[in-house]
């Protein structure tokens, strides 16, 4: 029996019973992290990392679930399971499962830069593992995180010596948190948007630090002037933002880095700052868990299947299921 297989209900570990971020109704759910393409509603029960509990509590209501330490083995039908840092969004883990000396890690969505809000990526030694590639082409190379703040704090300090208000839409759960952990200590005036500062306080419950910030107040427009608003970029297109006068809008995503994705969404400006691997650092994950088979989900499988079986790694053929993307 394999230890893990591909369903078209998510991955399962036929042994434990169990599946790992399903996208349909299960028994048992192991989550890798709360965005929503991994965490959904509707499983019996769910099992995660414990500094992710309070995340997926808040985001699914009323769910039976429960929570293990990083590194701190649990069994379930015989299967060892156990939860290690995925450095993706605070609280993410790796999924490493283990029977009869077999050892499976799916890693969720993971990036190995620093971002000092979530616990650092570490890799985990594996004869299967499961990589996302939301960004698995030679072309996505990130910057240093410090190169993007200086970029940042560059656009935003000229638009304040203009009069003009910086309106920064990131995503709420995890980006949003890296940018105020990143800029919080440079800029006086920066507002976040009331969903943000919801899920900030789910994250000082689990143990993460996030300085208190004011929330955005639409009815006081005149306060916001010339400063900072983090929020989604679904709240910034609302009426109030489009009367703002004087405002320059940026996104904070990998997908940045593609000229023709902010002229679309028409940004005037766009920070590359990602939350999944870069192409580098996606062989580097990969070679670092000495697994002889690799399993590309979420993104650019194909590339990146060819990729790793030119370079004599396994990449068996596997039914994916399709994922609309959190980030
Ligand atoms: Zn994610």
Known sequence: MAIIEFTKKGIYCPEGGFYIDPVSPVSHAVITHGHSDHARKGHKKYLCAKKSLQILKHRLGSIQISGVEYAKNITHNGVKISFHPAGHIFGSAQVR????????VISGDYKLQNDGISTPFEPISCHHFVTECTFGLPIFRWQPQSEIKKEILKWYNTNLSNGITSI??????????????????????MYIHYTIADLNEVIRKSGGKLPQLPVINPDNPEELEGALLIMPSMAAEANWVKKLKNKDTAFASG????????????????????????????NKAVYATGASKIYPVHGY???????????NLECPDIQRTPLTREE
């Open 168 to 189: 920064l839409s990131a995503y709420s759960l995890g980006k949003a948190q890296r940018l105020i952990n990143l800029l919080s200590d440079e800029i006086e005036n």
């Open 301 to 311: 499988t194909d590339v990146v299947s060819q990729w790793f079986r030119e370079n």
């Open 255 to 282: 997908w940045m880095q593609v000229r023709g994705i902010r002229r679309r969404r028409n940004y005037g400006r766009g920070f590359v700052i990602s939350d999944h691997v870069d192409w580098p650092d996606l």
């Open 97 to 104: 499962i283990e029977s009869k000396g077999e050892i499976a």
